[in-house]
C-alpha cells in the first residue's frame, strides 16, 4: 500500500464506463430509465465535476452488451488505452454497469488495476480503491459482484423461459426473419410475406424441381446479380449478421440455396430451438437434436406448396447432381431404379450416325456387381410414365365428380368409413391386441408368465395399439379431408391435368405426380403414382357409391 500511495498521481486522466444491456432494456420500468446511457452518463460527469483531481480522458460506451462476460468492443478500447498509459482511472456508475461476472470483475478490481496504477471508483457503491480499507476490499466488494452475477443468472433463466413460451405458441422470436419473410410492422413475433425475396425463393423450388442441382441454382442467382439474403438484409437497413464468415460482397452458394430448401418456414410452419448456448456466460451455441426442435404448424402465410415442398425434399434424398455438361441433372435422376436391387439407375448416350440416343441402365451391373443391366431408352420410358399420368388424371377426375355428386346427396364421410376394408382389417388387428394387453393380468396370477415378462409383453401390446390407432385415425382423416375438400384437398389436381394437354412428359409434370419408377430386366416397369393412400380411399369411396345409387334407384323403383 505504501508504494502505491508513493506512486499516487496529482491528477488522474479518467476513463467514464457505461453499460446498458438489451436485457436491463427488456425489464423496462424505473429501474431500466435510471440505468439508462443519458444517465449514467449525466451522473458520471457530475460526479467528476466534484472531484479535483479528476479530470475526462473519454467516456466509453457498450450500449446493448450483457455483462455476464467481458468481450464488449468499448470495454477492450478503454483497456488498450491503460495499457498505453493514457488512463490511469476508471469510474462506472455502480458494479453492475462494470460487469456481473464477480470471477473476472474480481480480477480486475483486485489485480489487475492495482497491478496497473489505476484508480477504480464506483460512484453508487461509494467505492473507491483509493481510500478503500480491507474490510470494503475483501468482503463488500466481491459480495456485491457475487450478488450482480446471480442477477445475471436470474435475468437469463427468465428470458430462456419467457422464450420457451413464446416457440411454443409459435411466435417469431428471432432477431431477423427468414429470407423471404419480414416481421409484420404491427407485431413483430408475427412474419408477413415479402414479395420480393418471396419470389426468389419460389424460383429457387421450382428450378430444383426442374432438376438444376444446388450449384448451378446459386450461380443463376449471381450471375442475375440477385442480392445474397445478407446483401438484400443490408440493403433494407438491417444490421445482419448470419454468423457465417463470408467475402466483403457475399454471392449465393449451394449451402444457402440448400438451407432454404428444407426450411418448413416456407410451407408456414414455425421451427426455431435448433440452437441453444452454453451457458449464460459463453455466447456460443450448439446445436440441437431435431427431436428437440420446437415447430407449430400454420402459424403464418406459407410461400409454397406442401406438395411442392414434399417433392423438392425427396428430390434432395437422391443424387440431383448436375452432369459434367449441364447445370442440370438427368431427366429421370432421383426416380428411377433398378427393380431387382433396388439402386438408382443411371443415364447413358450413344451416339449413331450423328443421332444420340439415350438411355437407363442398372448401376450396380455398370460397376460390374451381380444384377443385369435392365435397359430402358429414355424416350420410351417418357411415353410410358406420360401415359399413365394421364390415366391417373382421368381417375382423379372421374373421383371429384363422385365426390361433387355424394355432396349433393348430402351423405357423410362416417357412413363411407363403414365401407373401407382397409380400416376394418386395422382396427381388428387394434381389437386383437387390445385383448391379448387386457388377458396379462389372468396369465400373471395363473403364473403362465413372470412379473418381467408381464411388463414387456403390456409395453409391447401398448406400443402396438397406440400405432394401430395412430393409424386408424390418419386412415379416416384423409377420408374426412377428400369429403370436405374434395379430391382437389389433398392433389394439386390442375397440376395433373396439365398432362391432358401436353405431348411429351417434362421434368416438373414428373416430380409433382411420381414418386418412385421401378424398371425390371422382363421389361416390366412399376410405375409408384403419389398420393397412393388417396387412391385406395378413392376405390372405397366408388364402391359405397355404386352401391349407395343402386339403393336409391331402388327406392325411387
Known amino acids: 500500500m505504501e508504494q502505491m500511495q508513493m506512486n499516487m498521481p496529482d491528477m488522474y486522466d479518467a476513463a467514464l464506463y457505461l453499460r446498458l444491456s438489451k436485457d436491463d432494456m427488456e425489464e423496462g420500468g424505473a429501474k431500466s430509465e435510471s440505468n439508462s446511457i443519458a444517465n449514467q452518463r449525466e451522473l458520471l460527469r457530475s460526479f467528476v465535476k466534484s472531484q479535483p483531481d479528476i479530470q475526462i480522458f473519454d467516456i466509453y460506451v457498450d450500449d446493448g452488451y450483457s455483462g455476464g462476460n467481458f468481450d464488449r468492443p468499448e470495454f477492450k478500447r478503454m483497456t488498450t488505452d491503460i495499457e498505453a498509459g493514457k488512463v490511469n482511472c476508471v469510474i ?22 492495482p497491478a496497473l496504477n489505476v484508480r477504480f471508483i464506483s460512484v453508487t457503491d461509494q467505492f473507491d480503491s483509493k481510500t478503500a480499507d480491507f474490510s470494503e476490499k475483501s468482503f463488500v466488494v466481491p459480495i456485491k459482484n457475487f450478488v450482480n452475477e446471480s442477477y445475471c443468472r436470474d435475468i437469463s433463466d427468465k428470458v430462456r423461459s419467457h422464450q420457451k413460451i413464446k416457440r411454443e405458441k409459435g411466435e417469431f422470436i428471432g432477431a431477423f426473419a427468414p429470407y423471404g419473410y419480414c416481421k409484420d410492422p404491427e407485431n413483430k413475433n408475427c412474419l408477413v410475406i415479402d414479395s420480393y425475396a418471396a419470389d426468389i425463393v419460389r424460383k429457387i423450388f421450382s428450378w430444383k424441381i426442374d432438376g438444376f442441382s444446388l450449384g448451378a441454382i446459386a450461380e443463376k442467382l449471381n450471375v442475375r446479380h440477385v442480392q445474397s439474403p445478407k446483401e438484400y438484409k443490408k440493403a433494407n437497413g438491417e444490421n445482419y449478421n448470419s454468423g457465417f464468415h463470408s467475402s466483403d460482397t457475399p454471392k449465393w452458394s449451394a449451402v444457402q440455396i440448400k438451407r432454404i430448401l428444407t426450411n418448413e418456414v416456407y410451407i408456414g410452419n414455425m421451427v426455431q430451438g435448433k440452437q441453444e448456448r452454453i451457458s449464460y456466460k459463453v455466447k456460443q451455441r450448439l446445436d440441437k437434436p431435431e427431436s428437440e426442435w420446437v415447430k407449430v404448424e400454420n402459424t403464418h402465410p406459407a410461400i409454397i406448396r406442401q406438395n411442392d415442398f414434399d417433392v423438392v425434399q425427396k428430390l434432395l434424398q437422391y443424387d440431383g447432381r448436375a452432369s459434367k455438361t449441364s447445370d442440370s441433372a438427368n431427366f429421370f435422376s432421383g426416380f428411377v431404379f433398378c427393380g431387382d436391387c433396388k439402386t438408382p439407375m443411371i443415364r447413358r448416350v450413344n451416339q449413331y450416325k450423328g443421332k444420340k440416343k439415350a438411355f437407363y441402365i442398372c448401376q450396380t451391373k ?10 430402358i431408352p429414355e424416350e420410351v420410358l417418357k411415353r410410358i410414365v406420360l401415359k399413365e399420368i394421364q390415366a391417373y388424371t382421368a381417375l382423379f377426375i372421374d373421383y371429384q365428380m363422385i365426390m361433387e355428386e355424394l355432396c349433393e346427396m348430402q351423405v357423410s364421410y362416417d357412413q363411407v368409413i363403414g365401407y373401407d376394408t382397409q380400416i376394418s382389417k386395422l382396427q381388428e388387428e387394434y381389437n386383437r391386441y387390445y385383448s391379448l394387453k387386457a388377458s396379462l393380468g389372468d396369465d400373471l396370477k395363473e403364473g403362465l408368465i413372470s412379473k418381467a415378462e408381464f411388463d414387456d409383453f403390456r409395453e409391447s401390446y401398448g406400443r402396438k395399439c397406440e400405432e394401430l390407432e395412430q393409424m386408424i385415425e390418419n386412415q379416416k382423416k384423409l377420408v374426412k379431408q377428400m369429403f370436405e375438400g374434395g379430391v382437389s384437398a389433398t392433389v394439386q389436381l390442375e397440376d395433373w391435368k396439365k398432362s391432358l394437354e401436353i ?34 380411399k378413392m376405390k372405397v369411396i366408388r364402391r359405397f357409391y355404386a352401391e349407395h345409387r343402386t339403393e336409391c334407384r331402388k327406392e325411387v323403383g
Open 366 to 375: 455398370n460397376k460390374g456387381g451381380d444384377c443385369t443391366r435392365h435397359s
Open 503 to 536: 405431348k411429351e412428359l417434362d421434368r416438373t409434370l414428373l416430380a409433382l405426380t411420381v414418386d418412385k419408377i421401378y424398371i425390371y430386366e422382363n421389361k416390366q416397369i412399376k410405375i409408384h403414382i403419389r398420393y397412393q393412400d388417396m387412391i385406395e
Open 92 to 113: 462506472v456508475k455502480d458494479l453492475s454497469r462494470f460487469g456481473r461476472e464477480y470471477i473476472e470483475a474480481g480480477r480486475w478490481i483486485e489485480k489487475t488495476y
